[in-house]
């Protein structure tokens, strides 16, 4: 690795890379902490952190068809993004294909519609998928989404061993707070534990899961229930995959996860140093995982988009800042930043290139990559660090208590909690005890006009178009034998993604795929706990 330069603020005074016990004469700090880079990695997963380079800066785009949504992702690959991450409409994420009767009025609204290999295709077209690493926001079709992503980059002579990026997978927190599942809990982890022994051989440079916090903040959870639940969810994804006959070390390394970060920039902060040293200790002590990267607890965070208000949205840059900064001086590994205008409708092109504008400031023009863990020490920030870590232990307790994940959601247990503490936030912006600035307090007698995007209505007739050529165009005996032998693995034991890349390198749609593993098992209904 290259000597990393030693850092100077502005008045030319020198600025530590890491600063500890050796660095300050009377500092004390607690054993707990370690250095950075080590267990329990509380002040970060990497020695250097941000003062080597900053972290990966994606925007989450995808709107309309794939050939809108490949411009935007040149658009941003321009302006200087390092990962690109997809936001999937509806239809596609319930596993639905864009003609499906269901999928009326749905198609590309708040994400791109893919129904097929070929639309998967059009949207990362003249893009360098061995440079670039992509996410994708997707959970019941994860396995679908991401096999089209591989017959995409091997139709580019690119190799899945060259791949890099996330899907998010995380079928478990639909259950509990966003609701786009498709099948049994049951059958969801089988499909989720074949994704990582697929990729262990096949994408072995892929994160195989974002275990999401974030859905479960935007529907109203605490920063403590945030974090339990999320670990909580990882525990029976580990779980999951050791009963399949996984080693921890094999997959533990490409276990991600996926935060939100609020305005209230200290308790953020001291959260993501707490859920480090939570997961550092669950994975060495409980599931005894010796890799010191399956130990780690990597994530990207997104700002929170709930805080966003469709009243003087201009304000709503200055909230993205905050929770921006945040999120890096928790430590995060890559961020979105949210464009000032999605209380309103799809970001503009304007307010997106401004988003990750603000990344770039942030990284570029303030002193805070200078250093790791700028609030190492702080008495505030480590009272709020073991408060918050104490907290979320006791509720992961609650959970453990019921059984487990799985178990605590068909209960209905962390449903009931999230929403207790939604009610209680929305009273209190009701009742003024909490200030939303332009909602609630300085409020403007009349708003100014305000130019939206809009995703053309015709996108939703193309799309069927299209389906009705490529089901004219292909070789359907093909497609039928390639389903026959998914819903024969989906009623076995094997790997069900071998099928799955068959039927889609046979051009069957999304929706195809989805109804044959339904045909096998079944569909989830929910059911309120009270």
């Given at each position: 690795?290259?000597?990393i330069?030693?850092?100077?603020?502005?008045?030319?005074?020198?600025?530590?890379?890491?600063?500890?016990?050796?660095?300050?004469?009377?500092?004390d700090?607690?054993?707990?902490?370690?250095s950075?880079?080590e267990?329990?990695?509380?002040?970060g997963?990497?020695?250097?952190?941000?003062?080597?380079?900053?972290?990966?800066m994606?925007?989450?785009?995808?709107?309309?068809?794939?050939?809108?949504?490949n411009?935007?992702?040149?658009?941003?690959?321009?302006?200087?993004t390092?990962?690109?991450?997809?936001?999937?409409?509806?239809?596609?994420?319930?596993?639905?294909?864009?003609?499906?009767?269901?999928?009326?009025?749905?198609?590309?609204?708040?994400?791109?519609?893919?129904?097929?290999?070929?639309?998967?295709?059009?949207l990362f077209?003249g893009?360098?998928?061995?440079?670039?690493?992509?996410?994708?926001?997707?959970?019941?079709?994860?396995?679908?989404?991401?096999?089209m992503?591989?017959?995409?980059?091997?139709?580019?002579?690119i190799?899945?061993?060259?791949?890099?990026?996330?899907?998010?997978?995380?079928?478990?927190?639909?259950?509990?707070?966003?609701?786009?599942?498709?099948?049994?809990?049951?059958?969801?982890?089988?499909?989720?534990?074949?994704?990582?022994?697929?990729?262990?051989?096949?994408?072995?440079?892929?994160?195989?899961?974002?275990i999401s916090?974030?859905?479960m903040?935007?529907?109203?959870?605490?920063?403590?229930?945030?974090i339990?639940?999320?670990l909580?969810?990882?525990?029976e994804?580990?779980?999951?995959?050791?009963?399949?006959?996984?080693?921890?070390?094999?997959?533990?390394?490409?276990?991600?996860?996926?935060?939100?970060?609020?305005t209230?920039?200290?308790?953020?902060?001291?959260k993501?140093?707490?859920?480090?040293?939570?997961?550092?200790?669950?994975?060495?002590?409980?599931?005894?995982?010796?890799?010191?990267?399956?130990?780690?607890?990597?994530?990207?965070?997104?700002?929170?988009?709930v805080?966003?208000?469709?009243?003087?949205?201009?304000?709503?840059?200055v909230?993205?800042?905050?929770?921006?900064?945040?999120?890096?001086l928790?430590g995060?590994?890559s961020?979105?930043?949210?464009?000032?205008?999605?209380?309103?409708?799809?970001?503009?092109?304007?307010?997106?290139?401004?988003?990750?504008?603000?990344?770039?400031?942030?990284?570029?023009?303030?002193?805070?990559?200078?250093?790791?863990?700028?609030?190492?020490?702080?008495?505030?920030?480590?009272?709020m660090?073991?408060?918050?870590?104490?907290?979320?232990?006791?509720?992961?307790?609650?959970?453990?208590?019921?059984?487990?994940?799985?178990?605590?959601?068909?209960?209905?247990?962390q449903?009931?909690e999230?929403?207790?503490?939604?009610?209680?936030?929305?009273?209190?912006?009701?009742?003024?005890?909490?200030?939303?600035?332009?909602?609630n307090?300085?409020?403007?007698?009349?708003?100014e006009?305000?130019?939206?995007?809009?995703?053309?209505?015709?996108?939703?007739?193309?799309?069927?178009?299209?389906?009705?050529?490529?089901?004219?165009?292909?070789?359907?005996?093909?497609?039928s034998?390639?389903?026959?032998?998914?819903?024969?693995?989906?009623?076995?034991?094997?790997?069900?993604?071998?099928?799955?890349?068959?039927?889609?390198?046979?051009?069957?749609?999304?929706?195809?795929?989805?109804?044959?593993?339904?045909?096998?098992?079944?569909?989830?209904?929910a059911?309120?706990?009270?």
């Amino acid at each position: 690795m290259a000597e990393i330069p030693v850092a100077l603020s502005e008045s030319d005074l020198p600025i530590a890379q890491v600063y500890d016990t050796s660095t300050l004469e009377g500092f004390d700090a607690s054993d707990r902490l370690g250095s950075p880079g080590e267990f329990p990695f509380t002040r970060g997963v990497y020695p250097t952190m941000y003062t080597g380079r900053p972290w990966t800066m994606r925007q989450y785009a995808g709107f309309g068809n794939a050939k809108e949504s490949n411009e935007r992702y040149h658009q941003l690959v321009k302006a200087g993004t390092g990962g690109l991450s997809v936001a999937f409409d509806l239809p596609t994420q319930m596993g639905y294909d864009s003609d499906e009767s269901i999928a009326s009025g749905e198609v590309g609204k708040v994400g791109v519609a893919i129904d097929s290999l070929d639309d998967m295709r059009t949207l990362f077209a003249g893009l360098p998928l061995d440079k670039v690493s992509t996410s994708m926001t997707i959970n019941a079709p994860a396995a679908t989404l991401l096999l089209m992503y591989q017959l995409t980059a091997e139709h580019e002579g690119i190799a899945g061993n060259r791949l890099t990026g996330t899907i998010q997978n995380d079928v478990l927190k639909e259950y509990i707070a966003r609701g786009t599942y498709i099948y049994p809990p049951k059958q969801s982890l089988r499909l989720i534990s074949d994704i990582f022994s697929y990729c262990h051989s096949e994408l072995p440079r892929w994160n195989t899961i974002s275990i999401s916090g974030y859905h479960m903040a935007e529907a109203g959870a605490t920063p403590v229930q945030e974090i339990a639940f999320t670990l909580a969810n990882a525990k029976e994804y580990v779980r999951t995959a050791l009963a399949a006959g996984l080693d921890i070390d094999d997959f533990a390394p490409r276990l991600s996860f996926f935060f939100v970060a609020r305005t209230t920039l200290l308790e953020e902060v001291a959260k993501f140093r707490a859920a480090r040293r939570i997961w550092a200790h669950i994975m060495k002590d409980e599931f005894g995982a010796k890799n010191p990267k399956s130990q780690m607890l990597r994530f990207h965070t997104q700002t929170a988009g709930v805080q966003l208000t469709a009243q003087q949205p201009e304000v709503n840059m200055v909230r993205v800042a905050l929770q921006g900064l945040g999120a890096v001086l928790g430590g995060t590994q890559s961020l979105h930043t949210n464009s000032f205008d999605e209380a309103l409708a799809l970001p503009s092109q304007k307010a997106a290139r401004l988003a990750l504008r603000t990344q770039q400031v942030i990284a570029y023009e303030t002193d805070v990559t200078k250093t790791v863990d700028p609030f190492a020490g702080s008495y505030v920030m480590e009272s709020m660090t073991d408060d918050v870590e104490a907290a979320v232990v006791q509720l992961m307790q609650q959970v453990e208590d019921k059984g487990g994940a799985v178990a605590a959601i068909e209960q209905g247990f962390q449903k009931a909690e999230i929403e207790r503490s939604a009610y209680r936030i929305a009273l209190e912006i009701d009742h003024g005890e909490r200030t939303v600035v332009g909602l609630n307090k300085f409020i403007l007698e009349e708003e100014e006009p305000f130019e939206l995007l809009r995703a053309d209505p015709q996108i939703e007739a193309d799309q069927c178009e299209r389906l009705a050529v490529l089901r004219k165009e292909r070789d359907n005996d093909a497609v039928s034998r390639a389903l026959d032998s998914l819903r024969a693995a989906a009623g076995g034991t094997d790997n069900v993604l071998a099928p799955m890349k068959q039927a889609l390198a046979a051009r069957a749609t999304g929706g195809e795929v989805a109804h044959a593993l339904r045909d096998v098992w079944g569909t989830y209904v929910a059911h309120d706990a009270f």
